[in-house]
């Protein structure tokens, strides 16, 4: 492993959001527009609610209007409905995003369905899925669309290569799958069930990541100089770092590539933390950016 060989996702985040930022002034000069960007969040989940001030920090900087919906968490279905319909007719609002999961009680899928596709930043309305599989103009799902970004800034053209995505998620796996073979690689989408999975592995020139399962994809399984895009993060315990105070072990965050291992044969990896997670929010800004232009008929930046 070497520094040269470690993707940062962090530092390219950073210079995601800069450019946003920068696009969104030239929006608002030429166009007199500037991007909204409304999430709603139900219920009091404490990661949910960290995510969601993040995302409203960062919408802020990047000079967009950022509003929230915070509704409790035994809210009906219908008033979430009613919500995201009326976000739908307001002008000002470009992107909706609704955050996940939400409480037993509300169809995720029905919530989903009732956002504008247009509007859909988190790009899982069915009508995106169906744009992006046949390279239509879609709104891509915001991890995913890292990956790619990052794949394209450290490989340059992506044309023929093998890649392989472990992870058959709606939110990741499948999208990451598309963009893909947009690119023109030649891809295997394969799973925790996957018989000859170390062998694909060790054929393909690209490695992505997204079982969730802690430091599933091991060291020896990665062709030397392959890239590894590691979308996984799990908390595991790490006695190694001592106890907490009630006495239980400390735990640490890994992704589902065993990091070290896999570090001294690829080309290129990311690391978890500091290598996928940032991007996630970053594209979320890109997205919204994008939908406010193709809302008003301007053609979005290339970035």
């Known amino acids: 492993m070497t520094v040269d060989n470690i993707i940062d996702g962090k ?41 969601v001030r993040n995302k409203g920090e960062q919408t802020k900087e990047a000079g967009m209007v950022s509003s929230e919906h915070r509704l409790a968490a035994d809210t009906p279905e219908a008033d979430i409905l009613d919500l995201v319909n009326k976000m739908n007719d307001d002008p000002s609002v470009n992107g909706i995003l609704v955050q996940l999961p939400l409480p037993h009680q509300i169809d995720e899928n029905k919530v989903l369905a009732a956002i504008n596709p247009n509007k859909d930043v988190d790009g899982f309305h069915v009508t995106n899925v169906g744009r992006l599989w046949t390279g239509s103009d879609a709104l891509v799902p915001c991890t995913p669309l890292g990956c790619i970004l990052m794949l394209k800034d450290r490989l340059g053209d992506l044309s ?99 990091f070290t291992d896999a570090a001294g044969k690829a080309g290129a990896i990311t690391p978890v933390p500091g290598g996928v997670g940032p991007m996630t929010i970053a594209c979320l800004l890109r997205n919204t950016l994008v939908a406010a232009c193709r809302q008003n008929g301007i053609a979005p930046p290339p970035i």
């Open 160 to 258: 023929g290569k093998s890649a392989v995505v472990i992870g058959r998620s709606n939110i990741v796996g499948k999208p990451m799958a598309a963009l893909l073979i947009a690119e023109s690689c030649t891809v295997t989408i394969a799973h925790s069930r996957t018989v000859n999975l170390a062998d694909l592995c060790r054929d393909a020139d690209i490695v992505i990541a997204a079982v969730g399962r802690p430091e599933m994809v091991k060291g020896e399984w990665i062709k030397p100089g392959a890239t590894v895009i590691d979308v996984g993060i799990n908390r595991v315990e790490a006695p190694e770092r001592g106890l907490k105070e009630d006495g239980s072990p400390k735990t640490k965050l890994v992704g589902d590539v065993q």
């Open 11 to 51: 530092a390219f985040a950073a210079g995601l959001r800069r450019k946003v930022a920068a696009e969104v002034v030239r929006l608002k000069k030429d166009h007199d527009i500037t991007p909204g960007l409304s999430v709603v969040l139900v219920g009091n989940d404490p990661a949910s609610a960290v995510y």
